[in-house]
């Protein structure tokens, strides 16, 4: 019996070519989520715990977001190099708090690096469906650097301000941790909403 | 075979990193690493550490006089808080160190010495002194306390032009 000819349906064909053409129409999204994943992690640069005195410019002592990763993933506290920070003088006063802000901060920088190499491929027009994973990453980012801020602003309870600043009222703990979050939290939009299309295109074929 | 090599150089790596560390407080690192040293003695047993400070004496609320190896900073570690206090170490040493010089005066014209030694313990002497007056007289009334960190002294030099030398340290 003679085989039959191989023949495509053209409502399927014309859906796949729909399907096909949302996965492209995604490739600005993932473009748009890489730049944010990287101006999250270049916000690293700011200080995630710092004391400032308003009698003085800018802040007397500071660890950014980088040392405080690095003093988590080296288990490092009381080291006095440069790349930590003023990592010791915090840890001095409230360890426990110091402890969980790097911890979080090593978490994120973990969670955006791989959604910044996620979104990379993504923009590369591979793999559409990993905008689902690059969220959920940067979902993650965003949760442990709004509990690295709020473990930084909680040091104004410890004995930091009593006595590293004898109590003067010129001085508080301030953080800016919340600048990598929010922009982890715009990344995350951006992945979600290409997610969401994704999965709507999906269903249809 | 590779892998063999490999493995023993890190090993040698490790044994390398294993030892005490010594250090050499400069006018750049004299601050870091001094404030350092207040908060975590115990990384510091066992290093040799050289450094230069001038000298001053304490004397307690008993009369037992001290005499310290110090430079001038802000109070509290560094906060530019308006306070200013002493910052170094209590030295123990067999012998005699030159006695302290212009102890009063807020300058840099004092007796610098250049020290080689070790911490004697991770443990701080705490001092009860007399606090003193805004006019720089003693307050009989008002005690209060300093800790210091004990440094046993090796060896010691004068330092004769002590102008490159930074009386007040800051981070």
């Keep these: 019996m003679a085989a039959k000819p191989n023949t495509v349906n053209p409502a399927q064909k014309k859906k796949q070519r729909a399907f096909e053409g949302v996965c492209k129409s995604l490739i600005p999204f993932a473009r748009a989520a890489a730049v944010i994943a990287s101006v999250a992690l270049l916000l690293f640069l700011t200080p995630f715990v710092g004391i400032y005195n308003k009698d003085i410019p800018g802040m007397e002592i500071t660890v950014g977001g980088f040392s405080a990763a690095l003093c988590a993933l080296s288990g490092q506290f009381t080291n006095v190099g440069a790349a930590f920070g003023n990592m010791d003088i915090f840890n001095h006063f409230a360890p426990a708090h110091c402890k969980v802000l790097a911890a979080c901060a090593a978490a994120a920088a973990l969670c955006l690096l791989a959604a910044l190499v996620l979104c990379v491929v993504l923009a590369i027009g591979k793999a559409p ?7 959920v990453l940067q979902a993650l980012a965003f949760a442990a650097l709004i509990v690295s801020f709020a473990f930084a602003l909680a040091m104004s309870g410890t004995r930091l301000l009593p006595e590293y600043c004898s109590g003067n009222p010129a001085c508080s703990v301030r953080s800016l941790a919340i600048l990598p979050a929010l922009a982890a939290c715009a990344g995350c939009a951006v992945n979600f909403a290409a997610a969401l299309r994704y999965r709507k295109a999906k269903k249809n074929i | 075979m590779k892998k063999r090599l490999l493995c023993l150089l890190l090993l040698c790596g490790l044994l390398a990193g294993c030892g005490t560390r010594d250090y050499v407080l400069t006018e750049s690192n004299f601050f870091l690493i001094m404030t350092n040293m207040q ?40 906060c530019t808080c ?30 610098w010495l250049h020290l080689r030694g070790r911490l004697a313990g991770e443990q701080k002497q705490d001092i009860e002194i007399h606090a003193y007056l805004p006019d720089g007289s003693q307050d009989p009334e008002n005690t209060e306390t300093i800790s210091f960190l004990s440094f046993q002294v090796d060896d010691w030099s004068p330092i004769e032009d002590a102008s490159g030398l930074q009386y007040y340290v800051t981070k």
């Design chain 1, 129 to 135: 469906g990993l905008h689902s994973a690059a969220a």
């Design chain 2, 39 to 78: 908060f975590y003695p115990q990384q510091y047993l066992g290093s040799e550490i050289e450094l230069d400070c001038f000298t001053y004496a304490l004397e307690d609320v008993h009369g037992q006089r001290y005499i310290c190896g110090v430079r001038k900073s802000s109070a509290e570690y560094g």
């Design chain 2, 82 to 111: 308006g306070k200013d206090t002493i910052i170094g170490f209590l030295l123990q040493y067999d012998g005699q160190l030159p006695e302290p010089r212009n102890q009063s005066t807020d300058d840099g014209d004092k007796t």
